[in-house]
C-alpha cells in the first residue's frame, strides 16, 4: 500500500520540491524498515542538512504547528511552567511552535542522534534524550510530565503501539497526551491497521486515560489528511 501511494503521489503532484521531500520520507516509513534502521536514516538525512531543508514547515508539513495549536488551547495559561515531552522531537519543528505560544519547559525524545544534535544547535529544549520510546523508555520518570506530544513520530518503523501506554506512564494524572499523524497510517501501517485505534479504546476502558478529541486535519502532510487525538490521563 505505501508503494502504492508512492506511485499515486509521483503521478499527481508536479511541485519538484515536494516530490524530493516525499521520496525522501519515503525511505524514512518503507514497509518493513525497522526502528534501528529508521533512527540511522534519519541522522544520516540530518547531518547533511537536507531534512531541514526537505520538510519546509508550513508548505510540506503543518503537523507541528496543528500539534502547538492543540496545545496552546487546552494550556490557556501559565504556559510557561507546563512541562512537555516532545517525543520523536527530531529537528525541533514543534518546541519552535511551542516556543511562539509561550511554553518553555520542554524536553526532547529522539532515537536519532542526528536529529537530536540539530535540535541542540538551536537550542530549543531543556533536555535531549537519545531512546527508542518503548516501555519503560529510560530516562523517564512515571507522572514527569504535565504533557507529551508526537508529531511526525507514528508510522512504518517509527513508535509502536506499545509506546501509548509508555505516553500515559510518563505523564501525570490530569495530564494530556497529543498525537499528530498522517490518517492513512491507521489503513496501512501493520502495527496500527485495526490496532492503534483499539487499543485507544481498550486503555480508555482499563480507565487509563480518556479520549478528549479526535480531530482529521486537511493537507496536513503531503497534501494528504492528518488526524489528532488528544487524551487526558485519569486521575484515581
Known amino acids: 500500500m505505501a508503494t502504492e501511494k508512492l506511485k499515486e503521489f509521483r503521478t499527481t503532484v508536479d511541485d519538484e520540491e515536494m516530490l524530493?521531500?516525499?521520496?525522501?520520507?519515503?525511505?524514512?516509513?518503507?514497509?518493513?524498515?525497522?526502528?534501528?534502521?529508521?533512527?540511522?536514516?534519519?541522522?544520516?538525512?540530518?547531518?547533511t542538512g537536507a531534512y531541514d531543508q526537505d520538510i519546509l514547515q508550513g508548505?510540506?508539513?503543518?503537523?507541528?504547528?496543528?500539534?502547538?495549536?492543540?496545545l496552546a488551547q487546552h494550556f490557556p495559561s501559565n504556559r510557561d511552567t507546563v512541562s512537555i515531552l516532545d517525543i520523536a522531537a527530531g529537528t525541533g519543528y514543534v518546541a519552535e511552535e511551542l516556543l511562539k505560544h509561550?511554553?518553555?519547559?520542554?524536553?526532547?525524545?529522539?532515537?536519532?542522534?542526528?536529529?537530536?544534535?540539530?535540535?541542540?544547535?538551536?537550542?530549543?529544549?531543556?533536555?535531549?534524550?537519545?531512546?527508542?520510546?518503548?516501555?519503560?523508555?529510560?530516562?523517564?520518570?512515571?507522572?514527569?510530565?504535565?504533557?507529551?506530544v508526537v508529531s511526525g513520530g507514528m508510522g512504518e518503523g517509527h513508535i509502536p503501539c506499545s509506546g501509548l501506554r509508555e505516553m500515559i506512564r510518563v505523564i501525570k494524572p490530569g495530564g494530556l497526551v497529543c498525537i499528530a499523524m498522517r490518517e492513512e497510517y491507521l489503513?496501512?501501517?501493520?502495527?496500527?491497521?485495526?490496532?492503534?485505534?483499539?487499543?485507544?479504546?481498550?486503555?480508555?476502558?482499563?480507565?487509563?486515560?480518556?479520549?478528549?478529541?479526535?480531530?482529521?486535519?486537511?493537507?496536513?502532510?503531503?497534501?494528504?489528511n492528518g488526524i489528532v487525538f488528544k487524551y487526558e490521563k485519569c486521575k484515581h
Open 20 to 47: 524530493r521531500a516525499y521520496n525522501a520520507n519515503f525511505e524514512a516509513h518503507k514497509v518493513g524498515i525497522t526502528t534501528q534502521q529508521s533512527a540511522e536514516y534519519y541522522t544520516k538525512w540530518a547531518r
Open 59 to 70: 508548505k510540506i508539513y503543518t503537523g507541528p504547528k496543528v500539534a502547538a495549536s492543540v
Open 102 to 148: 509561550g511554553f518553555k519547559v520542554i524536553d526532547a525524545l529522539d532515537p536519532s542522534e542526528g536529529m537530536l544534535e540539530v535540535a541542540r544547535s538551536k537550542g530549543l529544549y531543556r533536555k535531549y534524550i537519545c531512546e527508542f520510546f518503548t516501555e519503560g523508555t529510560p530516562g523517564l520518570q512515571e507522572d514527569e510530565y504535565d504533557c507529551c
Open 187 to 224: 489503513s496501512y501501517v501493520e502495527d496500527y491497521k485495526n490496532k492503534l485505534e483499539p487499543l485507544m479504546s481498550q486503555l480508555e476502558n482499563e480507565g487509563k486515560w480518556r479520549r478528549l478529541s479526535r480531530e482529521v486535519i486537511p493537507n496536513y502532510s503531503f497534501n494528504k
